[in-house]
């Protein structure tokens, strides 16, 4: 299925706001909490990993539901990465000696920063497939040339 609906600014905005709010807060918890700087990077790579392969991810789906042809053996590899980075962080925060409304944080924090992600690349594609330009980041800068 081919949507041709382009999300709405407010959407795209809220969607931004949410992954830089999620993000942010789950950094500041994890600098603030006291924990070694191994645990530190730990719960780091967790966070790292998981919207690298929940974006992966999607857009797998994303693709196969289009017609374009994906491997079993990528989208295998894919949903494996998904799974595993989400029981890292799990087995990683139950092993973790915090409070629990801090173990709660962290995983909200962490789900919110995942699904949020997901959320941005698909209002990225489906401004693409709208035909709307690209977000100015990823646009070709022209550079002028000096008459000599």
């Known amino acids: 299925m081919v949507n ?4 709405s600014k407010a959407y795209v905005a809220a969607t931004a706001a949410c992954i830089c709010l ?22 780091l ?25 994906v491997s079993e053996k990528y989208r ?4 494996f990465a998904m799974v595993s980075s989400v029981a890292l962080f799990a087995i990683g925060l139950f092993n973790a000696s915090m409070l629990p409304s801090e173990k709660g944080f962290f995983a ?19 401004r693409r497939a709208c035909g709307e330009p690209a977000q100015a980041s ?4 022209v550079s002028t040339t000096v008459e000599d």
Not at 4 to 7: E, F, K, L, Y
Not at 22 to 43: F, K
């Open 22 to 43: 999620s993000i942010g807060a789950y950094l500041i918890g994890v600098w603030r909490s006291g924990m070694q700087l191994n645990e530190q990077g730990y719960y």
């Open 108 to 126: 909200m924090a962490y789900i919110l920063a995942m699904y949020s992600s997901i959320t941005a690349q698909k209002n990225e594609a489906d």
């Open 76 to 79: 295998l590899i894919t949903v």
């Open 4 to 7: 041709n609906v382009s999300p």
């Open 45 to 69: 790579i967790c966070l790292l990993f998981g919207l690298f392969s929940s974006v992966t991810l999607q857009k797998v789906i994303r693709d196969k539901s289009e017609g374009i042809q």
């Open 138 to 141: 990823q646009q070709t800068l």
